[in-house]
């Protein structure tokens, strides 16, 4: 008998096998908005993408001299300078000097999505004169080989500039683009500008330009002298900064020879600090924002048990591809620690996104964050779109405001697939909304969830992930009302797309069913991201007829029993003061979720005890006069 039980549990649906996840999202007043321009990119994909943003930028660009479109490639390609830049744009050979044709082309493309079009200018010193090829040590600039860069001509700007003198002026540069595209401000205009690229690296990309190891207070007086110039020419330009390669460079500016000097007696606890108190400074002499966006890149260190980084080539073992879908978490969860050497020896500055928060706030408030530079690795893996399709949503819920994927490999599947799901998962350039709704799942480690609500109202989406590689998750989906003005979210329908490890094809889903008012229950199967876009009705009907107060309330949880997160539902009946509270049997508090004021309304509450042991657990609800108790059931 034991041995027909076993063999029939074996041969149960994945459905029966799958593991149980509470998934919470939460509709409130005012959602925050989510940036449009978290879903760009370096380099154009298969297509399809709807990209929000496009970038011309990387190493090829501290060397690109506008004024013939040459560029040199630094230690990427033996020194060349070379008519490279005009070949990836397609630009016909008779046409390659044409000044400024590359950034034209680039132009184009971005037109072509209306996407955000930000360009990259040059600051390192020199840029290439010619296009003869390798450029040997003994011709260091400066040389014949080199033009030197401007921040400003200090002469009358001309549209039509000579290549035979020996200096190549960003002002100009700037003057020529408004002057055929217009403003950043008229909606038409090249709307941001890049303090050139990676300068911490300028030593070991561009020994030829720039030999010696670039200083903090030589950056900050590049930096300032190039923003000004930028300012001066079209005010409504962003100005994007320091453009930095990675966490060394965040630290201490790679090690910069002055960097003791310039923090010593300074309350800076890295070099972002600095760079950020410089440049507003700097700001508030010139009377007028000098940096709009401290733009990084992120290339994750973390690595799978076996040493392999997760962006490298060779990062295709289990271990590699199950570091690489919870590297996510490094942005933004406190109780998440990866594998590499920035946790180990650096782990206060983690998670990234509220330390780097932290610095703004403290330094240069209102500068917005991005990161024009970033990948995953497994761009042919389902892992790569697992771990890109949670970093897209970690973006838009902790308010990044502009981020540029950079491609590793020539063949990017996954990761094209990754953006459709959020800007083009029905082949009609259909998108994730654009209002986020805070949104909760019961287990962060194998599961994530982003909710957002199309303005207006009455449409939901989600995009929820199920990282774990073996294991359908049956998910049961709470959608609350977090707002005075709703007593509840009423569902009415739900499309589903789906992008799993079978292909890198979008495919429809089964639709949503036995919606029950505000819940639902869905399969999501191992190792797969789905898209689901719920119609709702918005129930507005707080107050009772005749002006009567909302009853007092605290209703059963949801799900009870649970394991590990169940959502708790109250009505309170007048404005005031509202405390929730959670005691095991022995009347000892386990946690207070609610203690503050609120409106008369409904609301709920997620409770996570994915901490806790199981048991019986008490929830006591407060509001003026009135008080409730509840058992709930926590079962592991």
Known sequence: MKNSM????????????????????????????????????????????????????GNRFTGYNWENNASNAGSDYFHSSDNYLPSVFGVPGDSSNVPGIVVEAFYRQAQAFNAYPLVTLQMAGFVARDKNGVVDSSQTAPSSRWAYVKPAKGAPLSLTPGSGDDSVSMDE????????????????????????????????????????????????QKSVSLSRSIKTIDPSAEV????????????????????????????????????????????????RRLLDVLDLHWYPEAQGNDGNRITGANATSAADRQARVQAPRTLWDSHYRETSWIAQYFSSYLPLIPKLAQSIKKYYPGTKLGFTEFEYGGETDI???????????????????????????????????AYKMYRNYDGNNSTFADLSLPSQTGDSVNTSIYGSLKRGGHELHLIVIN?????????????????????HVALLSGKVWELNGSSSRINSGKDVSDLSDSSFSYLLDSASVYHIVLQASMITSVSAPAGRPVDFALCQNYPNPFNPATVITYQVPADGQVTLKVYDLLGREVRTLVNHFQRI?????????????????????TSGSHAAAKRMVLMK
């Open 467 to 487: 990282k774990n590689p073996g294991q359908a998750v049956t998910g049961h989906f709470a959608i609350t009302s977090g707002s005075p003005s709703l007593s």
């Open 601 to 621: 309304g409904r609301y709920s509450v997620m409770f996570d005890a994915s901490r806790l042991a199981s048991g019986v657990y008490v929830c006591s609800l």
């Open 173 to 220: 540069l700037v003057n020529f683009l408004v002057h055929t595209y217009g403003t950043a401000s008229s909606g038409t205009g090249i709307r941001g500008y890049a303090l050139d690229n990676e300068p911490a690296l300028w030593q070991s990309t561009h020994p030829r330009i720039h030999p010696l190891q670039p200083g903090c207070r030589e950056l900050i």
């Open 240 to 287: 994007f900064g320091p453009v930095e390669y990675g966490f060394a460079g965040y630290y201490d500016f790679q090690s910069a020879p002055d960097w003791n000097s310039v923090a010593s007696g300074k309350s800076y606890g890295w070099f972002l600090d600095y760079y950020l108190d410089q440049m507003k400074l700097a700001s508030d002499t010139s009377g």
């Open 383 to 417: 892992s790569g779109a697992l771990a890109i399709d949670d970093v897209l949503g970690i973006f838009g819920k902790y308010g990044i405001y502009f981020a540029s994927y950079w491609e590793g490999g020539s063949q990017t599947p996954y990761i094209s697939a």
């Open 6 to 57: 076993l063999s029939y549990l074996l041969l149960l649906p994945a459905v029966a096998l799958s593991q149980a996840v509470n998934f919470s999202v939460t509709v409130d007043d005012s959602p925050a908005a989510i940036s449009p321009l978290i879903y760009g990119t370096n380099q154009l994909m298969s297509g399809g993408e709807n990209w929000g943003s496009m970038r011309l930028g």
